[in-house]
């Protein structure tokens, strides 16, 4: 099965911007779609399509993905932004098509 | 308005059974990939399986032989029974939709909770 690792953890002051990585073989030719999760909740989209935002998400989050990683960047960084954040790729020719990363943590110093 | 609500959850006795419900509005289920993710407390996100709107189902490792992915056109319901439950099955479930071409969750419903605990 594909695998997806993420950081642990990423710290990240107010005003500066945190970068959180998706490492999976060759997910440059994948899709890579972003969720936040706040506790409590369910995930929400950040980002789908390796870029792109679905409505109601602000443009400090954006996305890209070449090589062997995907990147989720946050921009300007809020308190707000504080959760965990997960990677996901459907790998459609596979009999275990959904794939999650293993989740980063932004804690916003 | 696009919504998923999820039902069904509860505490269970390890080997038991369970069967969770996830009741969609604003589209039609059988026209939508539609998938079951879990999240064990404290732990990450897994994919545990998908049914196709042709019909194909597939799970994971974790869980195959063991849960049952259907649907129910008229209830426009997703289903997700759930056999010889063990110990690290508890978690919030979660139904969601898959957006086409390239497969994202969204929308998810609200979670419901499985305990598997003597």
């Known amino acids: 099965s594909y695998v997806l690792t993420q950081p642990p953890s990423v710290s990240v002051a107010p005003g500066k911007t945190a970068r959180i990585t998706c490492g999976g073989n060759?997910?440059?030719?994948?899709?890579v779609h972003w969720y936040q999760q706040k506790p409590g909740q369910a995930p929400v989209l950040v980002i789908y399509?390796?870029?792109d935002r679905p409505s109601g998400i602000p443009e400090r989050f954006s996305g890209s993905n070449s090589g062997n990683t995907a990147t989720l960047t946050i921009s300007r960084v809020e308190a707000g932004d504080e959760a965990d954040y997960y990677c996901?790729?459907?790998?459609?020719?596979?009999?275990?098509?959904?794939?999650f990363g293993t989740g980063t943590k932004v804690t916003v110093l | 308005e696009v919504q998923l609500v999820e039902s069904g959850g509860g505490l269970v006795q390890p080997g038991g059974s369970l069967r969770l419900s996830c009741a969609a509005s604003?589209?039609?289920?059988?026209?939508?990939?539609m998938s079951w993710v879990r999240q064990a407390p404290g732990k990450g996100l897994e994919w545990v399986s998908v049914?196709?709107?042709?019909?194909?189902?597939y799970y994971a490792d974790s869980v195959k032989g063991r849960f049952t992915i259907s649907r129910d056109n008229s209830k426009n319901t997703l289903y997700l029974q759930m056999n010889s439950l063990r110990a690290e099955d508890t978690a919030v479930y979660y139904c969601?939709?898959?957006?086409?071409?390239?497969?994202?969750?969204?929308?998810w419903g609200q979670g419901t909770l499985v305990t598997v605990s003597s």
């Open positions: 969601a939709s898959l957006a086409a071409p390239s497969n994202w969750f969204d929308p």
């Open positions: 604003g589209f039609t289920v059988s026209s939508n990939y």
């Open positions: 049914i196709y709107s042709g019909g194909s189902t």
């Open positions: 060759n997910i440059g030719s994948k899709s």
């Open positions: 399509d390796d870029s």
């Open positions: 996901q790729v459907w790998d459609s020719s596979s009999d275990h098509p959904g794939v």
